[in-house]
């Protein structure tokens, strides 16, 4: 099994910055790519960025050049920094876990808001 636990959410004014963290733990190995998804309210759940294990990476159209993802395989960490935020990024943020082709592991969730 694996497990996630985001942390790092919060209050933050518009044109701030926040640093989203993942811890994993469990049969990490299993996991081939790495990601964090949001999902704002009344809307669906949507990939934000995307880490492969051979560092390819990936970005919603909606952040890039706004935020980045990273990974320290030391500390089995996933960390999301999140700058220029806008209102529209106020959303719950999930860290999750690909296995083969299927996201099978999702964190709890961390909160962000973004005030204008």
């Known amino acids: 099994q694996v497990q996630l636990v985001e942390s790092g959410g919060g209050l933050v004014q518009a044109g701030g910055s926040l640093r989203l963290s993942c811890a994993a733990s469990g049969n990490t190995g299993v996991i081939n790519t790495f990601g964090w998804y949001r999902q704002a309210p009344g809307k669906q759940r949507e990939m934000v960025a995307t880490?492969?294990?051979?560092?390819?990476?990936t970005y919603a159209d909606s952040v890039k050049g706004r935020f980045t993802i990273s990974r320290d395989n030391a500390q089995n960490s996933l960390y999301l920094q999140m700058n220029s935020l806008e209102p529209g990024d106020t959303a719950v943020y999930y860290c999750a876990g690909r296995r083969l082709a299927i996201w099978s592991y999702w964190g709890q969730g961390t909160r962000v808001t973004v005030s204008a």
């Open positions: 880490l492969a294990t051979g560092g390819a990476t």
